[in-house]
């Protein structure tokens, strides 16, 4: 079977579109394309860490609640890579650092404790936010260059206009065809990339609040300690 490549702008081909473009909406075009396949990388990557990081979160979170021994859970999952367990051991490693003299100051380790997790959660959060400026940057800009591309494509058509000294249509079609093609990939790198921004932020949100929340359960635990007879997380 032979496939021919359709090369003939008035099929409204892609191809045909992007190779009788004047050299400027080409580049315009070829950017957006990068841009709409980087896109669905970082898309792509961000649905694997958060959801990896959501999943192994609930986990570690359960494990640790349905724990008696704050030392043993420590050693067995401290070094877990999730970011629960991070902010987990932020807690217990300032918690040893304010509880190792004779006399401690309730008040101080409880203030450090809060300052400690609330600077790991905040940690947490920036790495897995890490790329959606990218998909903020390219949903908010990508349309304006594809506007660019179709302007100068348009402005294109009508020194052809004035070239061949006719209003037909079939003069000034085929450029504005290949103009408004320019605004298409601009919306079609663009769309993706709003949606999976609004969909992360919300996700990575929710992580958040999660994340605070078991910093909060934790530190209210480590609290109770201070007032208790025996400081069983001190190591």
Request: charged share 20%.
């Given at each position: ?18 190779l ?5 909406v080409?580049?315009?075009m ?5 841009a ?8 792509i990557?961000?649905?694997i ?7 192994r979160?609930?986990?570690?979170e359960?494990?640790?609640?349905n724990s ?8 067995s999952?401290?070094e ?6 991070r902010?987990f051991?932020?807690g ?12 401690i100051?309730k ?14 959660v905040?940690?947490e959060?920036?790495?897995l ?12 800009v990508?349309p304006?260059?594809g ?6 494509g ?23 065809a ?5 605004t298409a ?14 969909r992360?932020?919300h996700?990575?949100?929710r992580?958040e ?7 909060d359960?934790f ?11 025996g ?5």
């Amino acid at each position: 079977m032979n496939f021919v490549l359709n090369t003939d702008p008035s099929t409204l081909s892609p191809v045909a579109l992007f190779l009788q473009a004047d050299i400027v909406v080409k580049i315009v075009m070829a950017g957006l394309l990068l841009a709409s396949i980087w896109t669905w990388g970082v898309i792509i990557a961000l649905a694997i860490k958060v959801g990896s990081a959501r999943r192994r979160g609930e986990r570690f979170e359960r494990d640790f609640w349905n724990s008696s021994d704050i030392d043993a859970f420590h050693r067995s999952e401290g070094e877990s890579d999730v970011p629960v367990a991070r902010v987990f051991g932020a807690g217990v490693a300032e918690w040893r650092r304010s509880t190792t003299g004779s006399a401690i100051d309730k008040e101080g380790t409880r203030e450090r404790l809060a300052t400690a997790m609330g600077s790991a959660v905040a940690a947490e959060v920036d790495k897995l936010a890490d790329r959606l400026n990218i998909l903020a940057t390219v949903g908010s800009v990508a349309p304006f260059v594809g506007l660019f591309g179709t302007v100068w494509g348009i402005m294109r058509s009508f020194s052809g206009i004035a070239a061949a000294q006719s209003t037909s249509l079939a003069v000034v079609a085929p450029g504005i065809a290949e103009a408004l093609f320019a605004t298409a990939i601009g919306l079609f790198a663009a769309i993706p990339a709003v949606i999976g921004y609004n969909r992360y932020s919300h996700a990575i949100n929710r992580i958040e609040a999660r994340l605070n929340r078991f910093a909060d359960g934790f530190h209210a635990t480590l609290s109770r300690q201070l007032e208790g007879p025996g400081l069983k997380a001190k190591g």
